[in-house]
């Protein structure tokens, strides 16, 4: 009936006695969940990369052409002309550097501004699952678990390529796992969401060991011809293994000690796209039909609400901040990171303790806190504590405590 740390309490019931009133509780107990770990974990980096000032010299010459074509216009007051961006703008307010990227020609061609990828005839793999497959290995061999030892398989990201037959279908068969595989999206929470799922179906006993992928296009849904936001997305993917301790072989293995997910309605990150919009032609093609924020009012409403969540948390598995040795948060704005890691923590963070991999990536959505996690786990040793979370649109926010076996 519930869950709370790492046991379910149970109460049955006994249906079969008609009425309501009439049901008795036949049997209360508590079992205790499993311990359940992460046993691997695998990253897929695009080969190609766009610096601050390849995107910005691209984007003002889109601006300087647009003027330019409608100069008339913006002399008369019609329209108002477009401002250049400017890469010490993006890293001063964002942190980011760069972007990792699927296709770097197509986004940083001023008459086009979109990654080129080619559409593929259904015979051959799609992208997604191309770069799920190549992330899925490094983590089933960290984890020492070939595919005929996982069955299921779950997708977790922020925009899917078709909407069926799931992606995690196809990369289940891609990989030659047997048992059953499903797409989930909650855009960048998306990760920290898909272990929880993970951890649930494997204490339940619907599944023993579940990879969970995140490959995240997100330039596929960025507008590259908006000054706010055009700078904030890369393209990456993610692959998590989660499987029972008493199952798992791998020298490192990570317990999932607590999961907590929230989500709190929110229209100040939005993306319309979806199946309905041909229903109505009039908003095909807008700016609301790709990401849009109120990124301002993100950061101000999105940091305390993580910071509460992460600190309650601990309170309630008795951990106290000064255990934490390590913050794999979300990578979308450095001041983020360094705002919600000063509310936990109660001081600054060192780059160590709440390490940055959003200047070389930027945001890759759900895939962020699991790249930091994945790059920055080596001075580890059994007993260490950290917690890896997720923000984003929603709002969604997921906390993951993590102790090193
Ligand atoms: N180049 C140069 N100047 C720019 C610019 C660009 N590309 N984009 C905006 N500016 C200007 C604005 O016009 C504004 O100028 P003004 O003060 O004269 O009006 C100024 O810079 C500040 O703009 P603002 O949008 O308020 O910037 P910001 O400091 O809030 O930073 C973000 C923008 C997006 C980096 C920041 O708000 C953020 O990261 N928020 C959280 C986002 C987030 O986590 N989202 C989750 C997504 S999953």
Redesign the pocket.
Known sequence: VSHSGNSCHWISVDSALPGLERHTIIDTETRHMPDIVISGTGLYTPAESISNEEL?AS?NAYVEQYNAENAAAIETGELPPL????A???EK??GIKSRVVMNKEGILDPRRMVPRLPERPNEDQSVMCEMAVAAAAEAMSQAGKPATDIDAVIVAASNMQRAYPAMAVEIQDALGIKGYGFDMNV??SSATFGIQQARDAVAMGSANCVLMVNPEICTGHLNFRD??????FGDVCTAVIIERAATATAEEQYLIVDSKLQTIYSNN?RNNFGFLNRADESGIGKPDKL?V?E??K??KE?CPAVANQISAQLELQGIAPSQLKRLWL?Q??L??NQLISRRVLGRDATAEEAPTILDEYA?T?SAGSVIAFHKHRDDFRSGDIGVLCS???GYSIGSVILKKR
């Not at 401002?83 to 400017?86: A, G, K, L, R």
């Not at 000054?227 to 904030?232: L, Q, T």
Request: hydrophobic share 45%; charged share 10%.
């Open positions: 910005v984007f401002q250049p961006s400017s010490e703008f993006i307010a964002s855009a960048c000054r706010d936001s055009h700078f904030i990150i990401f924020q990124g301002r993100v950061f999105v979300h979308a704005n001041s983020m945001n959505s923000f984003g649109a």
